[in-house]
Nanobody, 118 residues
């Protein structure tokens, strides 16, 4: 049973913005965003700890992860999008709170949402 539900899929032109949302059932560990392009491995983009500390892969300051604990929702704001950002984006939770960008430590995943930048 999928515990994390994503929303915000879309197609945008290069230079545009998009915000993804992920609703979860109340996880208290680390929450992360990942993406996977066709033929490539899933890569970590950003993670936020239970206390709100963030960590990013090299997205050159274009992406911002945030969360609203009252709504059990976290977000990925993506600005200055490029065609190479085209991928399926996944949200995930690591209830052990390891604050990692490695997909291996995450046990709970959303269903994935497509982002296309042209």
């Amino acid at each position: 049973q999928v515990q994390l539900v994503e929303s915000g899929r879309g197609s945008v032109q290069a230079g545009g913005s998009l915000r993804l949302s992920c609703r979860h059932p109340g996880y208290t560990g680390s929450l992360g965003w990942f993406r996977q392009a066709p033929g490539k491995e899933r890569e970590g983009i950003a993670v936020i700890s239970s206390s709100g500390i963030t960590r990013y892969a090299d997205v050159s300051g274009r992406f911002t992860i945030s969360k609203d604990d009252a709504k059990n929702t976290f977000y990925l704001q993506m600005n200055s999008l490029k065609p190479e950002d085209t991928a399926t984006y996944y949200c995930a939770a690591d209830q052990r709170g390891r604050w990692s960008l490695s997909a291996d430590v995450y046990t709970d995943w959303g269903q994935g949402t497509q982002v296309t930048v042209s």
